[in-house]
């Protein structure tokens, strides 16, 4: 099954301890991008990535690092996690597109809560 | 910069209503149009999308939008609301040849039964 698979799926943390979520996708996409969900802010892109080893900052990017270093994975990196991180996240991926964005296929999301 | 506005936040239907969620962005050059829909328990999934070509279009479930550029407007229409709509739904912009996606904040429907 066409999948983009995030985990974990929930997380409890306290301040300052690195974590990972993972992603990873099986359709060969090149595009897989990183968003931010919070109440009434909707989802913001935090990082994505055109290919491997080619990654760029979204709106949001300032606390998190990302890495490219095989097509199928995109994890997204809390160096020094904070609780305004706290947050449920998502991971997507698509198909590229020479003249734009594509229509992205979404993970499950992952619930962090950073204490 | 890019941004995109939802004007309704939260609404409340009736079965058989009429269904228009606005959608209003701010960029200068060519966009890609998209409306997302999350169902609860579930995956964000596409609605529908415009690229280019005919501006009214239409989606799954009887979903549809039209592009009014004029207007920087990517409204979402559904004639007739089912209660299995209920869900949020979101607005997404691109520009035309950058790989940036811009949200909206989302509108949680409800379709009362």
């Known amino acids: 099954e066409a999948q983009v698979t995030q985990n974990p799926r929930y997380l409890i943390t306290v301040t300052g301890k690195k974590l990972t979520v993972t992603c990873s996708q099986n359709m060969n996409h090149e595009y897989m991008s990183w968003y931010r969900q919070d109440p009434g802010l909707g989802l913001r892109q935090i990082y994505y990535?055109?290919?491997?080893?080619?990654?760029d900052k979204g709106d949001v990017p300032e606390g998190y690092k990302v890495s490219r270093k095989e097509k199928r994975n995109f994890p997204l990196i809390l160096e020094s996690p904070s609780p305004n991180q706290t947050s449920l996240y998502f991971c997507a991926s698509s198909l590229y597109r020479g003249s734009g964005a594509n229509v992205l296929t979404f993970g499950a999301g992952s619930r962090l809560t950073v204490l | 910069a890019q941004s995109v506005s939802q004007h309704n936040h939260h609404v409340i239907l009736s079965e058989a209503a009429s269904l228009e969620l606005g959608c209003n962005y701010s960029y200068g050059g060519t966009v890609n149009l998209f409306w997302y829909v999350q169902y609860p328990g579930q995956h964000l999934q596409l609605l529908l999308k415009y690229f280019s070509g005919d501006p009214l279009v239409k989606g799954i479930k009887g979903f549809e939008a039209e592009f009014i550029k004029s207007k920087f407007s990517f409204n979402l229409r559904k004639p007739s609301v089912q209660w299995s709509d209920t869900a949020e739904y979101f607005c997404a912009v691109n520009g035309g040849g950058t790989y940036k996606y811009i949200f909206g904040t989302g509108t949680r429907l409800k379709v009362l039964a």
């Open positions: 990535s055109m290919n491997v080893e080619v990654t």
